[in-house]
Each structure stands twice: as structure tokens, then as C-alpha cells.
């Protein structure tokens, strides 16, 4: 979330300065603030619905980088890693037979 808001603020720097592509920078840091949550919402998730969870933290992840490149780079690799975990993970049954 940091990142986006980063993002957002050069965004926005660059828009005051009447900078070219500066209103691009600030959609993309939106866009990554968005991705951020969602990658909250699939960690919360991924006790319960871990294939879910896993899909959500990936798509957080990739397109995080994917939107602000540079500044994702760190919150993406701490979103892909244990989204691919969550998804090739064995998982145990809980189910009790009577």
C-alpha cells in the first residue's frame, strides 16, 4: 500500500508540473492500492479457502508489478511466494469420522 500511495503522490507531483504521463502514474498507483487490498483479502482468506486465497494474493502480486513496476517489486514477490505456496500445498483434512 505504500507503493501505491508512493505512486500516487509522484502522480500527482508530476500532474502539478503539468508533466506528460502523469495522470497515467497516478491511475497506476490507484490501480496497485487496489491490488494491495486485494492481497489482504487473500492472506485473510487463505486460512479457511487456501486455493482461493492463493489465486487472489498471485493476481495482487503480478499485477501489482505489472501496474508500478519498481515500486511493487518487493510487496509482489511477498504476495507471489506464498500464493504459489497456499496453491501447490497438500492441505490436511479436518473432517472427523464417526
Known sequence: MIS?????????????????????VTGLGWA?????????????????KPKAGGVLMLIAGIGGIISISFFYILAGALLIIPGLISLFSKQKSTSINA
Do not use: P
Open 32 to 48: 496497485a492500492l487496489f491490488l494491495s487490498i486485494l492481497g489482504l483479502v487473500g492472506s485473510i482468506l487463505v486460512k479457511n
Open 4 to 24: 501505491a500511495i508512493l505512486a500516487m503522490f509522484i502522480g500527482g507531483i508530476g500532474q502539478a508540473f503539468e508533466a506528460d504521463g502523469a495522470g497515467t
